[in-house]
């Protein structure tokens, strides 16, 4: 089965701090993503990435980067974290190419509250 | 970029059918999905279509029409257990990073 963790269920962060999630996966997946997820706004992509090394933004990047130095870890960071950053935050992974068709798996999401 | 349409919110019975429609418009389009998010859980796949037709997959099914823009999931025999939100999500190309966009998501209420 594909296991994707993510380091915290629930964090408590204040305004300003510096905010570190962290994702692994265990299936060697090639693409790893990073989503936000808002009543009534659905998943959004924040970041992706489907290399070591490499990341593309997503839909809403901004105040946000990411961090993939070892191709099971893709790390979400919240530079100075506001208000607004307050939400679920959920890890995905996915293998790449072939004939198959490649789902998402998530991890069980961190719910981030910014005070 | 993309438009995913789905319903906020449905009700049904225990023991019925009910049918949680989506719509779309991309630029391009190479497969829909669909997931099952029970309250406070990740995401859980459950179908995918990438030619017309319907798909069946036990109690679920899930039907494509691509000149339409439009997908349905088609849930059978209701159980209390289907209580969740249902994510429909489109992948518009097939490439590096194989991205989804999700719509916002349809809360499937089941009562006895």
């Known amino acids: 089965d594909v296991k994707v963790t993510q380091s915290s269920r629930y964090l408590v962060k204040r305004t300003g701090e510096k905010v570190f999630l962290e994702c692994v996966q265990d299936?060697?997946?090639?693409?790893m993503f990073w989503y936000r997820q808002d009543p009534g706004l659905g998943l959004r992509l924040i970041y992706f990435s489907y290399d070591v090394k490499m990341k593309e933004k997503g839909d809403i990047p901004e105040g946000y980067s990411v961090s993939r130095e070892k191709k099971e870890r893709f790390s979400l960071i919240l530079e100075s974290a506001s208000t607004n950053q307050t939400s679920m935050y959920l890890c995905a992974s996915s293998s790449q190419g072939g004939l198959a068709y490649n789902e998402q798996f998530f991890g069980p999401g961190t719910r981030l509250t910014v005070l | 970029g993309q438009n995913i349409d789905q319903p906020t919110e449905m009700t049904a019975t225990e023991g019925a059918i009910v049918q949680i429609n989506c719509t779309y418009q991309?630029?391009?389009?190479?497969?829909l999905f669909w997931y099952q998010q029970h309250a406070g859980e990740a995401p859980t796949f459950l179908s995918y279509n990438v030619l017309d037709g319907l798909e069946e997959k036990g109690r679920f099914s899930s039907f494509l029409s691509r000149s339409k823009g439009y997908s349905y999931l088609l849930l059978k025999e209701l159980q209390m257990k289907d209580s969740a939100s249902y994510l429909c999500?489109?992948?518009?190309?097939w490439g590096a990073g194989n991205m989804l966009t999700f719509g916002g998501g349809t809360r499937l209420m089941v009562k006895p």
């Open positions: 999500a489109v992948r518009e190309s």
């Open positions: 299936m060697d997946h090639e693409n």
């Open positions: 991309t630029s391009g389009f190479n497969g």
